[in-house]
Each structure stands twice: as structure tokens, then as C-alpha cells.
């Protein structure tokens, strides 16, 4: 199995890391010279560790040195698979920084595809001098100066499908992020006339660099993972974006995402992940490190309903993206489980939700599926097809039952107005964080259903993984698709602010968000976070809660974690004492949470500091908007600012009883011209 021994920032001293992960194995393995049968990776660029080949006997071995800080099997993650940027109030025409094409999104995922009209480097200059990566071009694909750097990640070897050994996109998914966060404005971009319009992402300036890590069938290793955070760092790229995560919940120093993140973030680049696609179920969210933005999928205002018309007259819209048109053909309707092999040429009812490749593969020219689950977002199918509801399939199945001739025809789907809309979809993960559960996670949502973006001509468009159709531009749902827009908004707020840290940058989009509506969304802050995402506001937010690597390891060593490890994190001095063993509500967050016990009463205090980032003389006014239930005490409430730059701290003190299970309240600074929000979240 593959192991990957973390072991911290590089030491200063050391001119040959490789040197020393060789003989470190050397020493394991028993003898001089088996690592190179054994070594996978060897992380040296931006961190300190390797990937090899272990027995579980040689792991415990080398978990053993002194200098190792964690040592854990490399598993697989999975990825967490236009309008858009209209809803969330960001025109085409938005205010434009010259500094954006000096801005450089790092996307980790499954490559992208160059030749699209989304990464045309039309009236580019060269990279920015900062740039330190590399193209690893090959025969079938090169980088410009759009896609400025491409590498790719294969721990299980070389594979020729398609070809993409390479860091070409045989997949879509990371074509369709890229495009989403950095792609250029394309007009007339569609999906066979579906969601016509300009498709771009928010920076359509900034340069992207690729880094391919997830694999057709073979999913995405965290031991690429993590050598591909260590490039990105390294290479000098300032927002690093990454849609995969896990279903299951590990230590901070035992995920490649946390570990990657936490580097990252130590060298000024801020990591921006998807929340997972594990919802509604709670405590479900992935990627929840502090230093790292977590972020949720919510509706946009339209929506893709397919409508079947039935011989009686009536018809019964569900939700589907199809790209088929019958031309109002009628077709015979019949059950798919009465006699399945004589479904070709008709329209077929099926009782369950699938890929529809059954119906497909017997030769149906259609299908209307039960969907008994969640209806706010809709699947492509290799055919014309569409899920409707419980009730609306039961009213199908008499028709089908009590008409000698049923026949139907299946329209091709259109794009309706959603006045729900922004609400957390069904399926994003939601919180409570299931390590640090007093730091609320996720930290906001963004638009992740029935997204237009770019795509790769050699992917499947469907559920299907052998639809051949071939299309430049795909309408897919997920956190997969929220992440590249946050990723998108943070480097545009980095094109206004080169030199803000992550933690600035996540606080200027976590406190002027846009509020949710509560009524459509019952788990509040633990699905949508802080809210939603609002990229112009995040320019002027105001005031930031800031944060460095120091103020993290002061929170870590509150949780428990050794001296030793985190002096190996750190590369310094770092160790935990009293002075600096700090506790997690005191970690400069930009939201508030507290976990209590059910039924109990409760009482907390949270210290903050706010940085001044926009007017020089300017007094904040505390605003709590908070239950009966739940006392909130602001000292002091009223705090003023002579310059830019100056710091004013406070202090949040909650109290009250566990009467519910989630207690919901915000904070508002105002100054006349700023408001900036926090959630305050009490939940058992």
C-alpha cells in the first residue's frame, strides 16, 4: 500500500531532501538502495514528505522517527461533481483591475481541455514574472498564455484512454471548473440551444495553471493530491482551487487536502474547496480546515424542466436537462416492468431514478422515471427523458393502465424562472464540522446547480458513461461547481488587494454576503454558512478578521496538538504553552459557533480583531439580531478608526439554553457605508 509520511515545512538547511527520504527508507526497508523500488513521491517544493510503498510493518517503523509528524494510507477522494454570475449581481460589465491578468488560479483536478474558447489567450501578454511552473506539454497538448502551466499526477501508472496521459481533460470535470473560475467570455456558449448566453468565469483575465490529479475510474490519490499542492505553492500561484474531497471525516495532519491547504496558506495562497456532495444528511461537510474556505451549492433562478405529454391530453413537467427534441412525436407508453424486451421504439415508465442506458440499451426512444427523492436539480440522459415526481408518476401509470393505446411524446426541456432561488440544494454537505465543531463549517455557499460551463469533447455529457455525443459547453450540478465560483470571486478581490493574506481575502467574502432565506432553507447557517457569495461587495468589505499560520497554531495547540509536531509543521519554533495555547473561540474566525449540550444551559466569550480596510475615520456600530433564547453581549459596541490598517478588538459573549437544536443570530458592524456580518450558530 501507499503510505504518505508527513513531516512538516522543509528544513532551511537541507540541500537534499530526496537524499534524505531515500535513506530514511533505506534504513526501513534494511537495506542501501531499496527506495528506489519503493519511493512514489518525494515532497520537497512547498513541504516536507514522501509517498511510498509500505508494508504495514515498515509504516509503524517509519512513523517511529522523530521527525515525522503523521504518517497514513493514500486514499482515494472522489470530485464532488453563465447565469450564474448574473444572479449573484456580477455583470459582464463589473469594475475591472488591471493587476487581474497577473492573478494565477491554480486548478486541481482532472486537467482541462486547451483548445477551448473558454482558455483563448487572444490579446495576452506573457505570464507574470512571478511564475515559476512549467507546461508538460506533449505531443497532443500544449499551454498559452491563458493556460500558463500544466502538470499532471499518476501514482497507478500510464494511461492512454483518450489521451490523457497527459494533462489534457478526458473527463470535463476540471475543464468545466477551470472555465467556471478563469474562463474568457464566450458568447452564444449553449448546450444544444440549453442556457444560451455568454459562459465566463469571474476573472476572465487571470491566467490559469492546471494540475491533473484525478483519473477516469481510478478517482483522485491523495498522494498526487499533495504533490500537486506542492508544485502549486511552489510554482506561484495565488488562489488554488479544488472541487474533490472525502466522504469520511480525518485529522487535519492526516488529510493531503489540510496538509496542502495549511502550506498554502503559510505562503500567502488561499485554498478554496467544495463542501462535498453528501447532503442533507448533517455533520456530512468535507474540507473543513480553518484555513481553508469551505463552500456549499445553491440554486440559481432558473431551473431545467422536461415536459411529457400523454395521449389524454395532460402533461407533467420534472426535472431533467434534455437535450432531445421528438418534434412532438407521438410514441407508444408503456411500463418498463411488464415486459422489458418490448420497449423498442416506445416510451418507457420506470420506477426508480437511473442512468437510462437500461431503457436505451432496449431500444426505448424514451423514458419518464420515477424521481422519489430530491427535485431541485436535474441529470443529462443518453435519451429524451424525464423524472417526475411520486404523484405525477402515479397519474402516468393509470393512464398507462386504463387506456388500451397509451401513447406520449417527451419535449425538449426549458429553462424556467425559480423564485426560491438561492437555496442550499438537497444534496450539498452540510455541517456541523466534524473535527473542530466550534468553527462553523461551510463557510458560505455559491450558484452549484445546473451550471453552464466549458467542457471536454471527449467526455460522456450524460449520466452515461458511453454517451459518444460530443460538446463544447456542459450544464452539470455539484459542489464541484460552487467551489470554482468562490475560487473565481477570491481572485477577483486578490486583483483589488495583491497583497491581502487568505484569511483576508475569505473574511471580505464570508462578511458581506448576501442573506438566505430561512424558510427555505431549515438548517441555516450549518448548509449555506455565512451566506451567499457576493464577489463585488467582498471588494469594499469594510473590515477583515485576518489571520496567520501563528494564530492557527495557537488554536491547533488548544485542540491538542504536541509541541513536536507542530514545530515540524511550522519549520520554526513552534511549541505550546501558556502563552500561546489558545482556544478555538478565539481563533480570529469570521463567523461565531458554539457547540452545546442539549437542554443545557450555556455561556461563552469569543475575542475578535478587526482590521480597518476602508474608510481612515470611521465608527462601526454593533447590530444583534438574535432569538429569545439567545442572549448576545457586544463590548464595546461602538469601535471608531483615524486611519487604515489599525486594529480594534472586542469581545462576543453568548448565553442562554439549548431550547432547540440550532440557535441562529448574527453580528452587523456598521458604519453608514460598510455592514459587515457574522453568523453566531449554538447547535447540540
Known amino acids: ?23 530514511m527508507l533505506d534504513q526501513v526497508l534494511g537495506s542501501t538502495g531499496a527506495s528506489e523500488q519503493h519511493l512514489v513521491y518525494s515532497y520537497k517544493r512547498s513541504f516536507h514528505g514522501f509517498a511510498a510503498e509500505l508494508s504495514e510493518e515498515e509504516m509503524k517503523k517509519i512513523a517511529g522517527f522523530s521527525t515525522v509528524v503523521s504518517v497514513f494510507p493514500s486514499q482515494k477522494k472522489q470530485l464532488h461533481t453563465t447565469s450564474s454570475w448574473n444572479f449573484m449581481g456580477f455583470p459582464t460589465n463589473v469594475t475591472r483591475n488591471q493587476y487581474e491578468s497577473n492573478v494565477i488560479v491554480g486548478m486541481l483536478d482532472t486537467g482541462i481541455w486547451p483548445e477551448s474558447k473558454s482558455f483563448s489567450d487572444e490579446g495576452f501578454g506573457p505570464p507574470p ?24 499526477y499518476n501514482l497507478e501508472g500510464a494511461v492512454t484512454q483518450d489521451g490523457s496521459d497527459s494533462p489534457r481533460d478526458a473527463e470535463g470535470h476540471g475543464t468545466h471548473t477551470s472555465s467556471t473560475a478563469a474562463g474568457r467570455l464566450v ?97 456530512s461537510v468535507a474540507n473543513y480546515s480553518p484555513w481553508s474556505l469551505t463552500v456549499a451549492a ?116 426549458q429553462g424556467v424562472y425559480d423564485p426560491k432561488a438561492p437555496s442550499v440544494v438537497s444534496f450539498s454537505s452540510r455541517g456541523p464540522n466534524p473535527i ?15 451550471i453552464i460551463a466549458a467542457w471536454s469533447p471527449i467526455a460522456s455529457m450524460s449520466v452515461d ?27 477577483y478581490v486578490k486583483s483589488f488587494h495583491p497583497t491581502w493574506s487568505p484569511a483576508a481575502i475569505k473574511s471580505a467574502l464570508m462578511t458581506t454576503t448576501y442573506p438566505m432565506n430561512v424558510s427555505l432553507n431549515k438548517d441555516q447557517e450549518l448548509g449555506y454558512g455565512a451566506g451567499h457569495i457576493n464577489p463585488i461587495a467582498a471588494v469594499d468589505p469594510g473590515l477583515i478578521y485576518d489571520a496567520y499560520e501563528a494564530d492557527y497554531v495557537r488554536m491547533l495547540c488548544g485542540q491538542g496538538y504536541s509541541s513536536k509536531n507542530l514545530s515540524l509543521v511550522t519549520g520554526d519554533n513552534s511549541t505550546c504553552s501558556s502563552s500561546n495555547n489558545g482556544t478555538v473561540w478565539d481563533l480570529n474566525y469570521p463567523s ?23 474608510l481612515p475615520n470611521s ?66
Not at 1 to 23: C, N, Q, R
Not at 337 to 354: E, R, Y
Not at 437 to 449: Q, Y
Open 187 to 283: 458568447i452564444g456558449a449553449s448546450l444544444y440551444g440549453l442556457a444560451e448566453g455568454t459562459a465566463r468565469g469571474a476573472v476572465p483575465s487571470a491566467r490559469i495553471a492546471t494540475y491533473k490529479i484525478c483519473w477516469p475510474d481510478r478517482g483522485c490519490s491523495e498522494a498526487d493530491i499533495l504533490a500537486a499542492f506542492d508544485d502549486a505553492i511552489a510554482d506561484g500561484v495565488d488562489i488554488i482551487s479544488l472541487s474533490v474531497g472525502s466522504a469520511f471525516p480525518f485529522e487535519y495532519f492526516e488529510d493531503s487536502i489540510a496538509i496542502g491547504a495549511f502550506h498554502a496558506m503559510k505562503n500567502g495562497v488561499l485554498t478554496s474547496n467544495s463542501a462535498g456532495n453528501s447532503g442533507p444528511s448533517l455533520y
Open 1 to 23: 500500500m501507499v503510505y504518505i509520511v508527513y513531516m512538516g515545512e522543509p528544513p532551511k538547511d537541507m540541500t537534499s531532501i530526496e537524499t534524505l527520504h531515500a535513506s
Open 436 to 450: 473542530t465543531r466550534d468553527i462553523l463549517k461551510p463557510d458560505l455557499t455559491a450558484p452549484g446547480v445546473d
Open 298 to 413: 445553491s440554486t440559481i433562478d432558473r431551473r431545467f424542466l422536461a415536459e411529457v405529454k400523454l395521449g389524454n391530453g395532460k402533461s407533467y413537467q420534472g426535472a431533467a436537462v434534455n437535450t432531445f427534441d421528438l418534434k412532438k412525436t407521438w410514441y407508444p407508453l408503456m411500463y418498463g416492468g411488464d415486459a422489458p424486451n418490448t420497449s423498442a421504439g416506445k416510451i418507457v415508465l420506470c420506477d426508480q431514478l437511473t442512468d437510462g442506458t437500461g431503457p436505451l440499451n432496449a431500444g426505448a426512444v424514451g423514458t419518464v422515471m420515477l424521481n422519489d427523492g430530491y427535485d431541485d436539480y436535474a441529470f443529462s440522459y443518453p435519451l429524451p427523458a424525464t423524472a417526475l415526481v411520486p404523484l405525477d408518476t402515479g397519474n402516468v401509470s393509470v393512464y398507462i393502465n386504463t387506456t388500451s393505446n397509451p401513447t406520449a411524446s417527451i419535449l425538449k426541456s
Open 129 to 152: 514574472s512571478k511564475w515559476k511552473g512549467t507546461c508538460q506539454s506533449s505531443s497532443n497538448f500544449t499551454c498559452n498564455n491563458k493556460i500558463i502551466g500544466a502538470r499532471y
Open 592 to 614: 461565531f459557533a458554539l457547540s452545546a449540550k442539549e437542554g443545557k444551559n450555556f455561556s461563552q466569550s469569543f475575542n475578535r480583531t478587526v482590521t480597518n480596510v476602508g
Open 619 to 684: 465608527t462601526y456600530t454593533a447590530t444583534v439580531a438574535a432569538p429569545s433564547e439567545l442572549s448576545v453581549n457586544v463590548k464595546p459596541n461602538i469601535i471608531s478608526f483615524k486611519s487604515l490598517g489599525e486594529k480594534q478588538t472586542f469581545i462576543v459573549k453568548i448565553s442562554g439554553q439549548t431550547t432547540k437544536s440550532l440557535l441562529s443570530a448574527s453580528l452587523v458592524w456598521n458604519d453608514g457605508v460598510h455592514r459587515v456580518k457574522s453568523p453566531i450558530v449554538v447547535y447540540t
Open 465 to 491: 458513461p458511453d454517451d459518444k455525443r460530443s460538446v463544447p459547453y456542459n450544464i452539470i450540478s455539484g459542489t464541484s461547481m460552487s467551489c470554482p465560483h468562490a475560487s473565481g470571486a477570491a481572485a
